[in-house]
């Protein structure tokens, strides 16, 4: 039986019953299925809506544990990188001036939740800038920068033209 199968047996068993109320045994059950449910690329928000869980429920039996809060925060890294590149996929599909507005608005929430996530790494200060280079020139930039609240020499900036040529 899987981790995540173990999990809705106990809450199905426990259903609307105080978090007090689990053993332990049933709340590593639980959170261990969680943080598969999160290795997975899904969110805990919606392992816990799937299992009929509270989430702050489940966070505070992870806060309880040194080793599952390590995991979780090393999850919510990997998922902060992967909402970067994210980003940096929608940037990379667009193709012309209004579809590069759809990627930048796309990239922008992207980038908001991977700095929530990960705010050592992705700072709130990072943004976009997308636009077309000369009138006709059909030639469309797209520009993340990351680190802005850094030291100039440490932040990064990444530029991509949709169509693959190089920059100036």
Not at 59 to 83: D, F, M, N, Q, T
Not at 149 to 156: G, K, S, W
Request: aromatic share 6%; charged share 25%; net charge negative.
């Amino acid at each position: 039986m899987s981790e995540e199968t173990k999990a809705v047996s106990i809450i199905e068993q426990q259903t609307r019953r105080a978090a007090t109320q689990y053993s332990q045994d049933d709340r590593e059950q639980i959170v261990l299925a969680l943080l598969g449910h999160m290795s997975d690329g899904n969110s805990l928000a919606s392992g816990c809506l799937q299992l009929g869980v509270h989430i702050s429920t489940v966070l505070g039996w992870i806060a309880g544990s040194v080793e599952w809060e390590a995991e979780y925060e090393r999850l919510k890294i990997l998922r902060s990188r992967a909402l970067v590149e994210m980003a940096i996929g929608e940037i990379e599909q667009s193709h012309d001036n209004f579809t590069v507005k759809v990627a930048e608005s796309r990239a922008r929430t992207y980038l908001r939740v991977a700095s929530l996530l990960n705010p050592k790494e992705f700072s709130d200060k990072m943004h976009t800038n997308a636009g077309k280079n000369g009138l006709g020139s059909g030639r469309v930039t797209f520009a993340l920068h990351f680190g802005e609240q850094q030291p100039a020499q440490e932040r990064v900036t990444i530029e991509y033209t949709p169509d693959g040529s190089e920059l100036p």
